[in-house]
C-alpha cells in the first residue's frame, strides 16, 4: 500500500510539474512580443556585465604578462590577506565606509523631500522651472564639478571672501581633512538630488487628488497630509531605492574622489576605488588591484542581500527580490 501511495504521488507530482511547464510555455508564446522587447537588454547584460566576470580569476591568479590568465599561477587568497594585513587596510575600508553612510544619511532623503515639496507646487509653468534648476546640475560632469569646487572654494575664491570679513584667515576647504567629506557629499546632493527625486515625483503623480480634497475637508494639515497620502504612497518606491543604495554604499565614484584628492587631504580622501587605481593599474599590480576591487563587490553583496532582508520584515514581506 505504502508503495502504491508514493507512486501515485510522484504521479501526481510529475503531473503538476508538467502542467505548470505547460502554462509557462503558453504564458511565452502569448506574449513573446514582450520577450522580443527586452531580450537587445539582456544580450547587452550578459556581454557586458556577465562575460567580464572571467577577470575575476585575477584576484587569485599571479598574472603574468608572458603566461597570461590561464597560464598564471593560481595562488588563493593570497593578494586578499595582504590588502587586509597591510597598514593602510583599516584607513582605507574606514575612508570608503564612512564617506558612504554619510552619504546615504544626508543624500538619501534629499529626492524624497525635493518630491514632496515640488509635489505641492500646483502652478504647472512654475514647477517646470524649478524642475528644470533641479535637474540641471546632473548634466554637468564631475570634472566640472569638482573644477567649479575649487574655484569657489579657493583661499581667494567668493566664498572664502566672504568669510574673511567676518574673520582674518581663509579655510582651506579642499586641502583641510576635515572639511573633505563635507564638501564632497554636499556637492553630491547639489549635483543628483533633483534628478534623483523624478521617481518620486512620478509616484506622486499617481495619487488621487480626491485624496487631497477629502482630507482638507477632514482638517487635515499640510504635514497630516504628506504623512498619510504622500509618504504611504511612495513608501514601496523608498524601500527599494534604500535597498540598492544600501547595496552599494561601498560602491562610491572614483572619479570625484580621485579628482578632490590632494597631498594634504590624503587621509581622509584614499578610499577603495582609489587604491584600486593607484595599485591595480598605475602600478601595474592587477591581481592586487582585482582581489581589492572583489573584495568591495562582496562586501556590496552581503549588505544587499541583509537590507533586501530587513526591509522585507518590515515592509510586509515586499523587497527587491
Known amino acids: 500500500m505504502k508503495g502504491l501511495l508514493r507512486v501515485e ?46 577577470g575575476v580569476v585575477l584576484a587569485f591568479k599571479d598574472f603574468s604578462y608572458a603566461k597570461g590568465i590561464l597560464g598564471s599561477e593560481w595562488v588563493g587568497f593570497k593578494y586578499f590577506k595582504q590588502f587586509m594585513t597591510s597598514p593602510n587596510f583599516g584607513v582605507i575600508f574606514m575612508n570608503t565606509l ?13 529626492p524624497i523631500i525635493l518630491a514632496i515639496m515640488l509635489n505641492q507646487v500646483r502652478r504647472a509653468r512654475i514647477k517646470k522651472t524649478i524642475q528644470l534648476i533641479l535637474y540641471a546640475p546632473n548634466f554637468i560632469s564631475v570634472v566640472i564639478v569638482v573644477g567649479m569646487l ?9 566664498i572664502n571672501k566672504i568669510i574673511t570679513l567676518f574673520s582674518d584667515h581663509p579655510i582651506y576647504f579642499m586641502s583641510d581633512p576635515k572639511y573633505f567629506r563635507s564638501v564632497y557629499i554636499l556637492s553630491g546632493i547639489w549635483q ?59 560602491g562610491i565614484g572614483f572619479e570625484k574622489a580621485y579628482l578632490m584628492q590632494k597631498g594634504m587631504n590624503l587621509s ?20 592586487f588591484g582585482a582581489a581589492v ?6 562586501i556590496n553583496l552581503i549588505l544587499l542581500i541583509l537590507a533586501n532582508s530587513i526591509a522585507k520584515r518590515v515592509n510586509e514581506g515586499y523587497g527587491l527580490y
Open 9 to 54: 504521488q510522484k504521479l501526481k507530482f510529475n503531473n503538476t510539474k508538467a502542467g505548470i511547464y505547460k502554462s509557462k510555455i503558453t504564458y511565452i508564446k502569448n506574449h513573446y512580443p514582450l520577450y522580443l522587447l527586452i531580450m537587445p537588454a539582456v544580450i547587452l547584460t550578459i556581454i557586458f556585465r556577465y562575460i567580464p566576470m572571467y
Open 192 to 250: 543628483g538630488a533633483g534628478w534623483s527625486s523624478i521617481i518620486y515625483i512620478a509616484a506622486l503623480a499617481g495619487v488621487d487628488t480626491q485624496l487631497y480634497d477629502a482630507a482638507r475637508i477632514d482638517g487635515a494639515t499640510l504635514l497630516q497630509r504628506i504623512r498619510h497620502i504622500d509618504l504611504p504612497t511612495i513608501k514601496p518606491v523608498i524601500v527599494i531605492s534604500l535597498i540598492l543604495a544600501i547595496g552599494g554604499i561601498m
Open 293 to 298: 576591487g572583489l573584495f568591495n563587490t562582496v
Open 98 to 110: 564612512k564617506l558612504s553612510v554619510y552619504g546615504l544619511i544626508l543624500g538619501f532623503p534629499a
Open 150 to 158: 575649487f574655484l569657489l572654494l579657493s583661499p581667494t575664491g567668493p
Open 268 to 287: 581622509v580622501s584614499e578610499i577603495i576605488p582609489t587604491y584600486v587605481y593607484k595599485v591595480g593599474l598605475l602600478a601595474a599590480n592587477y591581481s
